[in-house]
């Protein structure tokens, strides 16, 4: 495996010296970010909040000790390479990457900058090609895996699962938010915490190479029972019970 990157969950902060500490915050620190998502997308915009915000509070402050480079592809994997070669040219001192797609990019774009991959899942095929087989298979429910492209499309799979009455479990509560019927799968907020925090670990001299690959801990599940209502679904109220949220 590449030790240059990694996906993010548990870990604990890294201690340094103070003098160490102090050095650090002295100079200005890039960090880019390349995603192949839409910072518009549904649970994009509070990952990236939660992202920076879990940054700030560790002394990274915009405008005053460091740079944000941001590239958001909107969905277009053929812009990840270009934006990558610009985040290399700007010379950031590390690259976060969401996705296999950006991932690839980053990696392909240098073999030099450390790299913190999150969310790094199978290779994703055509999305159309998917929904089209899954009407030709005639399929009696969906078991959506964490993907990007469904990820990305997240909107539209819902709206299939509930045209075509197919009751759906997601990797992600931004799809039941979408209007999905019920997700169990990582909290994205708390993973892009985790991944600030690889990032500061990074930037204050730690060698990438020494840190292990985490997965996510805290997983949440949460239920849309007007979904359920609208497919002719009744939630047992043990799973009710059981779940992080409820959506009426």
Known sequence: MDRRAFVTGLGAALA??????????????????LSNASLSAPGMSAGAQALLSTLRGLGYVEGQNTVFEFRWADGAPDRLAESADEL???????????????IRAAKEATQVLPIVMALEIREAGEFEGVLRRVSRE??????????????????RVAEFATKNRLPAIYGLRQFVDAGGLMAY????????????L????????????????????KFELVINLKTAKTLGLTIPPSLLLRADQVIE
Do not use: M, W
């Open 185 to 196: 799968g990582p909290n994205l907020v708390e993973v892009n915490r985790r991944v600030a």
């Open 16 to 33: 340094v010296p103070c003098t160490v500490a102090a050095q650090q915050a002295a100079k200005v620190s890039r960090i880019g970010f």
């Open 198 to 217: 690889y990032v500061d670990k990074i930037l204050r001299g730690a060698k990438p190479a020494d840190l292990p690959v985490e997965q996510a801990t």
């Open 138 to 155: 005639h399929a009696d429910s969906l078991a959506l895996l964490l993907d990007p492209l469904f990820t990305a499309n997240l909107r």
């Open 88 to 102: 290399v040219r700007l010379k950031v001192n590390t690259i976060v990457a969401i996705g296999p797609p950006a």
